[in-house]
Nanobody
Framework: QVQLVESGGGLVQAGGSLRLSCAASGRHFSSYVMGWFRQAPGKGREFVAAINGKGDSTDYADSMKGRFTISRDNTKNTVYLQMNSLKPEDTAVYYC?????????????????WGRGTQVTVSS
């Protein structure tokens, strides 16, 4: 089992940047696909990005491509989400999640382990 703790959220102006971190505890971090999801008020949970265990394969939601970058450091048991050119519609709680699958997946049902989330607010 893996425990996940997100950090790095906050308030930023439109056009700004934030980097989210997700620290994992537990064994075999490099064997997990890691994903980021978000949930805006009154909306369902939305896939943002995912990265495989080795860090050499990534996947992004179409609206995030070119603005967000997911990466991981297996020596630190940490996954990151670099967010650039932020827009007010990016405002949401951002969640880190871990999957035992060997390939990236956009489906939240494939991620049994979740952090508590970190709030990102983008002002216009």
């Amino acid at each position: 089992q893996v425990q996940l703790v997100e950090s790095g959220g906050g308030l930023v102006q439109a056009g700004g940047s934030l980097r989210l971190s997700c620290a994992a505890s537990g064994r075999h971090f490099s064997s997990y696909v890691m994903g980021w999801f978000r949930q805006a008020p009154g909306k369902g949970r939305e896939f943002v990005a995912a990265i495989n265990g080795k860090g050499d394969s990534t996947d992004y939601a179409d609206s995030m491509k070119g603005r967000f970058t997911i990466s991981r450091d297996n020596t630190k048991n940490t996954v990151y989400l670099q967010m650039n050119s932020l827009k007010p519609e990016d405002t949401a709680v951002y969640y880190c999640a871990a999957s035992r699958l060997s390939v990236t997946t956009q489906s939240s049902s494939n991620y049994p382990y979740w952090g508590r989330g970190t709030q990102v607010t983008v002002s216009s």
